[in-house]
């Protein structure tokens, strides 16, 4: 399995950081978990062709998580690409029916395989397993589990510290991708997200190899080392702040 970090920012711009984008490569399967801003030219700077992805994949309908989206279906189409498959929560089928009425151009471009998920779903994407868990942020969202014949990967979504990863990771995981968006000093003022403390806290007794800070807002961009020192305090395994362009191998 090969995990490519698209975008690593948050909901405002950042010099150095797309929105949310990260690429999973698992066998045949290129499965794109989110498309906020920039996850495109990322892609094309990655050297990763986009009519190769076969699944996108959503953990919630926050702009800096879909609103990419169809931009790339428009790419794809003109790329030759005709048949995509896409999950996500819940709402995705009616959002993706309500974008479609606002760009009609776009109806009947590719053929849109659509699955909605929900708390506790277990489907296969090509041969990979993928599990989802309710996450806890001020829209509901998913995090998901993708597991292969080797290797796993969990990705939180944007999300407080929430039971849904836990169970995600309670068994063997290669690969924890989690938001930390603020520091502990902002926790406070933002309760949907993830400050270094809380992380420390969900993950020190989790069985993860290694532990990927991701969704950083501007005033967390410049407290990292602030942050990875904290959760070293609770977590024993690698801690890896997420940039764009990143590539893990597992
Ligand atoms: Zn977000």
């Known amino acids: 399995m090969r995990v490519t970090i698209l975008g690593s920012g ?6 150095n950081r797309a929105q949310t984008g990260i690429l999973v ?4 399967n290129r499965v794109l978990i989110d498309c906020g801003a920039g996850v495109l030219q990322r892609m094309a700077q990655a050297g ?12 919630h309908h926050h702009l800096d998580h879909d609103g990419e989206f169809m931009s790339l279906l428009k790419a794809m189409w003109l790329k030759g690409k005709r048949e995509l498959m896409v999950l996500g929560p819940s709402e995705t089928e009616e959002w993706l029916t309500k974008l479609m009425d606002a ?5 009947g471009r590719l053929d849109l395989d659509i699955t909605c998920l929900e ?3 277990q489907v296969s994407v090509g041969g990979a397993h993928l599990e989802a868990r309710r996450n806890k942020h001020a829209l509901d969202g998913l995090a998901y589990r993708i ?4 290797d796993s990967v969990v990705f939180s979504g944007d999300t407080a510290p929430c039971e849904g990863v836990k169970k995600l990771c309670d068994k063997s995981t ?5 938001e930390c968006s603020f520091l502990d000093s902002e926790g406070e003022r933002f309760p949907d997200h993830t400050t270094p403390k809380g992380l420390g806290e969900l993950v020190e007794n989790l069985p993860v190899r290694r532990l990927v800070l991701t969704h950083f807002s501007p005033a967390s961009e410049n407290g990292i080392e602030e942050m990875v020192s904290v959760i070293a305090r609770y977590f024993k395994g690698e801690i890896i702040p997420a940039e764009d362009l990143m590539v893990l191998e597992l």
Do not use: R, W
């Open 10 to 15: 948050f909901a405002v711009p950042s010099p």
């Open 147 to 150: 597991q292969d014949d080797k």
């Open 119 to 121: 708390d506790a779903s």
């Open 48 to 59: 990763n062709d986009i009519t190769g992805i076969t699944h996108v994949l959503f953990t």
């Open 103 to 107: 760009y009609p151009y776009m109806k």
């Open 174 to 178: 290669d690969l924890l991708i989690h």
């Open 25 to 28: 490569e698992t066998g045949k």
